[in-house]
């Protein structure tokens, strides 16, 4: 089985995007340009898993990667249940919502998904939110199918080196969308990407990759530089025609600003970062209180759907990095010629 070294020639892997971002589409055109694809597939039930592995393989043959957060089906504390709709009943006033109706799902089965994952084989999977059990990465590596590990401290990258990954991805606290932390608190993971890869590269000879604002070929030859081996960009691909965020989303993301950003737990009860809205600002003095993910994602999930019907950014969860106003709205191909471009002008 070739190494993740040799699976494909460009240091760039398209991080997995929840939500929408990462169609078939986009990930088909990172990979057929060289760089590695990931389908974000969290919060995809394991048939439609399957279904956009196969889409993916009529647009490309080149390698792709899969994309799972590693969660335990929740218990649900009913009584916390309505203590947190109580938090979000002046969020629910403004946008008109009389009750917020209590979810009939959480999550996706983390077991049925990984059985579909594995069922579609893709050359790579990643994980992030927490490390598999040897057990699970013995039989994705069994099928041929490479593991990539998310740690956001050295802790964790010393973790997913000691069960054999063959990949960790180092997600820096500039990064969009949620933190992957799992030893430690969410808000102590603090180190930015450079940093958590200086502190990692005397420690950890598992191949790493980069992620976390970086958004053209400066930042890749950087991070090459300083010992990644690849760099995983999230941010730098929402706006791409590809992308399947909604226009209002990339609009938002268009019309950002320098230090637009913050991380709040508000939304989905885990630490993620995106565009500084009302939504964040409204919640921010109770943002500690709200139940851990994926109670409070899947609580919001009817506010994030009324905002976006309305057409309010301001009470949207934009997930994106701290480069985000550093995007460019073009086709994939034309991004990745470009970065590359740029990676040769920086080195
Ligand atoms: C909109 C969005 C959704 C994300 N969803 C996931 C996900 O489903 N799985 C995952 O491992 N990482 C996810 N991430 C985090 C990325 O893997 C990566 O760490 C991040 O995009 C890197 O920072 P950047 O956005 O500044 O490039 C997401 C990031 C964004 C912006």
Redesign the pocket.
Known sequence: MPSMQQLFPLPIIQ?????G?TTPELVAAVSQFGGLGSL?A?LLAPLAIIEQAEHIRRLTDKPFAI?L?VQPRPQIDFAALEAAKVLLQPVCAELGMENLPTPTRWCEDFDAQLDALITARPAVA???FDVLHGAQLQRLQAAGIRVIG?ATNVAEAIVWQAMGADAI?L??T?????R?TFIGAQQDARLGAMELLAACRPLIQTPLIV?????DGAGIAAALAAGAQWV?????F?CCHESG?SALYKEMLQKAKGDSTRQTRAFSGRLA?GLDNRFMQMMANVADQVPAYPVQNALTGAIRSAAAQQQRPDMMSL?????VSRSRAMHVAELMQTLMNEVQAAS
């Open positions: 991080a997995p995007m929840a939500g971002a974000a969290p994309n957060f990643s994980f992030t998310t991805c997600q820096g500039e990064a969009g969308g949620h992957g992620a976390g604002g970086i958004m995983q960009m999230g941010t730098a929402l965020v970062r997930w994106c990095g701290q480069g």
